[in-house]
């Protein structure tokens, strides 16, 4: 396989153009994790063609012409119907397939995952988190070099990592499913808490990024990806992760007032600017900020309060 960003990326419009062959009387609904909090319900998702995720012991190849198909195919306009429990909610997509519900009164329903039904289908399955009063703590958590090693300060290993291995294969980092876990053990309720998972990936990686994280044992969570298209946060080369990101958590620290977040992030992008802006906003809700070092550069800013999470991953003396 190339080293290539850009003979990569060749590849990939081209294969993308035979993708876009196929039928598209077939689709599915790549439906968001929901959650329900002081500030009442989120649901969202894409409508698009049906596509497949790589499977563990396909080729490169293979999984790089599903990965296209995943990343580059349009999204339909029609209903969603989506359910859960008793209640039922229709909307119709915008241009781009996406839709988006906020309502405003959480709804009556036990602490713990209630699992999202749809028509059509679900890429894969999804839930609301209605998070157990009772727990206190929380944990936020970035994705590409946090948990999951990814390279991002090397585009030609990230693309190659991110395109053409299935999510089955992927690395976890070692030894963060296991200290989440364990963080999660201190609240009464560990299967129902505040867990998020935030990343500026395209959500059109939805369905990896789950079957990754549950292949390594990380805790459920709200699972919180970038909307790229031309209604959404912009392109797969946009610059504004930081602002993203950024919203995104402002609007899970309103949702839980009670909760006090234990941050996880890397130095490779910008997660300890968006960081330490939070602290400033939320400082009586952020219990910790661990940060994955990663980037060779001495001149790399470092901010207080904010620890290296090989700390928390060393054995016991």
């Known amino acids: 396989m190339t080293k290539s960003p850009l003979l990569l990326f060749a590849?990939?419009?081209?294969?993308?153009?035979?993708?876009s062959a196929h039928a598209k009387d077939q689709t599915h609904a790549i439906m968001d994790d929901a959650w329900s909090g002081a500030t009442g319900v989120h649901f969202s998702g894409r409508l698009t063609e049906v596509h497949a995720v790589p499977e563990a012991d396909q080729g490169k190849v293979r999984t790089l012409y599903r990965n296209t198909r995943q990343l580059l195919t349009s999204g339909e306009q029609g209903v969603v119907t989506w359910r859960v429990a008793d209640r039922e909610w229709s909307l119709r997509?915008?241009?781009?397939g996406t839709w988006e519900l906020a309502i405003n009164q959480p709804l009556s329903l036990s602490p713990g995952w209630?699992?999202?039904?749809?028509?059509?289908?679900?890429?894969?399955?999804?839930?609301l988190l209605v998070a157990d009063p009772a727990n206190r703590l929380g944990i936020i958590s970035d994705i590409d070099d946090t948990i999951l090693v990814s390279h991002v300060l090397d585009k030609s290993t990230l693309l190659k990592n991110s395109l053409?291995?299935?999510?089955?294969?992927r690395d976890a980092v070692p030894g963060m499913a296991a200290l989440y876990q364990r963080l999660l053990k201190r609240n009464p309720a560990p299967e129902s808490s505040a867990v998020f998972y935030v990343s500026a990936s395209p959500r059109q990686l939805t369905d990896n990024l789950r079957a990754f994280?549950?292949?390594?044992?990380?805790p459920r969570g709200v699972l919180r990806l970038k909307d790229v298209s031309s209604h959404g946060e912009g392109t797969l080369l946009g610059k504004n992760q930081q602002d993203y990101k950024r919203r995104v958590l402002e609007t899970v620290f309103l949702a839980y007032p009670q909760v006090r977040f234990t941050l996880f992030g890397d130095d490779g992008e910008q997660d300890p600017e968006?960081?330490?802006?939070?602290?400033?906003?939320f400082?009586?809700?952020?219990?910790g900020i661990w940060i994955r070092r990663v980037n060779p550069d001495p001149q790399r800013a470092r901010f207080p309060a904010q620890a290296n999470v090989a700390e928390l991953l060393a054995p016991p003396k």
């Not at 590849?11 to 993708?19: E, R, Y």
């Not at 994280?213 to 990380?218: A, C, I, V």
């Not at 968006?274 to 906003?281: D, F, N, P, S, V």
């Open 11 to 19: 590849l990939v419009c081209t294969l993308s153009l035979t993708a």
């Open 93 to 96: 997509t915008d241009g781009d």
């Open 114 to 127: 209630h699992e999202i039904e749809s028509e059509p289908a679900a890429s894969s399955p999804a839930g």
């Open 164 to 169: 053409t291995v299935p999510p089955l294969q």
């Open 213 to 218: 994280l549950g292949s390594q044992g990380f």
């Open 274 to 281: 968006t960081y330490a802006a939070l602290r400033e906003k």
């Open 283 to 287: 400082p009586a809700q952020i219990e």
